[in-house]
């Protein structure tokens, strides 16, 4: 069962935007740095963005500029929102916190090992 559960994905036009949003019932994730990653079919997972404990966030140089990362303590929420987004930007979105178990994912200097199921994200006219 997935301790991390990702929504807001769908189908969007070249252009326009999405507003992913990372929860848990399990996690309190301020606690946690949490990480956004996406795969596309036939091609390996890739780390979009990354937002640390302390605020600091880190992009993928194909999002910057387009993707913002932020926290909602409140609400123990990490969304990703994503403008001007580009057919190469399809993929299944997965969000991710560091620590967990193996198999870990290493990036940003942290070793994600919780994760959700995914929400799909197609960029098409």
């Known amino acids: 069962q997935a301790q991390l559960v990702e929504s807001g994905g769908g189908l969007v036009q070249p252009g326009g935007s999405l507003r992913l949003t990372c929860a848990s019932s399990?996690?309190?994730?301020?606690?946690?740095?949490i990480g956004w990653f996406r795969q596309a079919p036939g091609k390996e997972r890739e780390g979009v963005s990354c937002?640390?404990?302390?605020?600091?966030?880190n992009y993928a140089d194909s999002v910057k500029g387009r993707f913002t990362i932020s926290r909602d303590n409140a609400n123990n929420t990490v969304y990703l929102q994503m403008n001007s987004l580009k057919h190469e930007d399809t993929a299944v979105y997965y969000c991710?916190?560091?620590?967990?178990?193996?198999?870990?994912?290493?990036?940003?200097?942290?070793?994600?090992?919780?994760w959700g199921q995914g929400t799909q994200v197609t960029v098409s006219s």
């Open positions: 399990d996690y309190t994730l301020e606690h946690y740095a």
């Open positions: 937002i640390n404990i302390d605020g600091r966030t």
């Open positions: 991710a916190a560091d620590g967990g178990r193996p198999p870990f994912t290493r990036s940003w200097g942290h070793d994600f090992g919780t």
